[in-house]
């Protein structure tokens, strides 16, 4: 089943969710953010939970599925999902931009950070759920087993390719650093 991998993948973004969480109150009550923290989390959701985990849900399973003759609840669902992924790409972006800004001695910002920090604490879990629970499993209705077994390998391929990808733009942006 393709939908395997991506469900794994959904325990590790609930983990990282779980240790935002832990590191929202010390931000919200003491204006603290613990050092490499959001780096890390802002790398953790552009690599892992955007362009790995949508990457796979977007570029592969979604893509088949919008060749089929969906039902309008699943077409909505679908619709819903992409919208989800956008806000959440939008709101990483935002977290980046305050904590910049905090760093370069903005001390109003930090409460910024604490809400997008929130925002994402708050949106993955119910994301989460509405793909496990009420898209993931019905939607492989749609394919037959071979289709299944193309889109599973796809998403082995698409892995494969992706720490090649993510080094390659990591030596594009140090070498822009030079100019
Ligand atoms: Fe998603
Ligand atoms: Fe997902």
Redesign the pocket.
């Given at each position: 089943m393709p939908i395997g991998p991506l469900m794994i993948e959904h325990r590790l973004i609930e983990k990282m969710i779980a240790v935002m969480k832990k590191n929202l109150k010390p931000t919200e009550e003491q204006s603290y953010i613990a050092p490499g923290f959001i780096e890390t989390t802002v790398d953790f959701i552009r690599t892992y939970a955007d362009r790995c985990?949508?990457g796979k849900?977007e570029d592969i399973l979604f893509r088949e599925l919008k060749k089929k003759t969906l039902t309008a609840q699943h077409k909505k669902t679908m619709e819903e999902?992409i919208e989800?992924?956008v806000w959440a790409r939008k709101t990483t972006k935002a977290l980046l931009k305050a904590y910049t800004r905090a760093q370069q001695g903005n001390a109003e910002s930090i409460s910024d950070v604490a809400a997008h920090l929130k925002a994402l604490v708050d949106f993955y879990p119910q994301?989460i759920e509405k793909?496990d629970r009420h898209f993931f499993r019905p939607v492989m209705d749609y394919f037959t087993q071979a289709e299944r077994d193309a889109l599973l390998e796809e998403g082995f391929e698409f892995d494969r390719k992706l720490i090649h990808e993510k080094y390659k733009t990591v030596v594009e942006n140090a070498e822009k650093l030079l100019i």
């Open positions: 985990h949508h849900e999902l989800e992924h994301h793909e």
